[in-house]
């Protein structure tokens, strides 16, 4: 997550990797500079990542795209001690223009840790989803962390018109878009 962070920034900013809870606060208050774009939603699953972004220089996207994979990648090298390219082909991006989409899209987002708990959890009885939404609030690398706890590190919560109250809200999303789903 230090990486989206630091990533996020018109000049090069150093990273060390040392996952101490101080060494994070130190990155979060490290000066950036002016941010490439402004960050909505994210969430870091084992073998990919998504994220709700939108640019706030020209050519933002690619820029910072540009500057995370191309950090990540060094870094994965480095410690698994390998050369070569991390990623498969160039990113993809699609333009979200109604809010029903954006407010789907935040869902899809934050519920995407349901898939290490059970990949069928759409079909799974309510009971489970009981237990479902206790791993969603409590996996660490996701955007909804951030949303619950108002403590905004790497989103950029002013700049996408969603009700707060609807992301907070984990416990409704999921039945929704597990209802939705089941259709």
């Given at each position: ?15 060390r ?41 020209d ?24 050369v ?6 160039v ?25 290490l ?34 403590d905004?590190?790497?989103v ?6 969603v ?14 878009f597990?209802e939705e789903?089941?259709?």
């Amino acid at each position: 997550m230090a990486l989206l962070y630091l990533t996020n920034s018109d000049k090069t900013v150093e990273f060390r990797n040392n996952s101490s809870k101080n060494s994070l606060d130190k990155i979060f208050k490290q000066d950036r500079g002016k941010q490439l774009v402004a960050i909505g939603a994210y969430c870091l699953m084992p073998n990919h990542f998504h994220l709700l972004i939108t640019p706030l220089v020209d050519g933002g996207i690619s820029k910072f795209m540009l500057k995370l994979q191309t950090g990540y990648s060094m870094y994965f090298n480095k410690k698994n001690e390998r050369v070569g390219a991390l990623f498969q082909g160039v990113f993809q991006s699609q333009h979200i223009n109604k809010d029903k989409y954006l407010r789907y899209i935040y869902a899809y987002i934050h519920l995407n840790p349901a898939k290490l708990k059970n990949p069928s959890w759409k079909t799974q009885p309510k009971s489970f989803l009981n237990q479902l939404k206790k791993f969603i609030a409590e996996y660490p690398y996701s955007s909804l962390q951030e949303y619950v706890s108002l403590d905004y590190k790497i989103v950029n919560s002013k700049l996408f018109p969603v009700n707060k109250r609807e992301i907070c809200n984990y416990n409704t999303i999921i039945d929704d878009f597990s209802e939705e789903n089941n259709r």
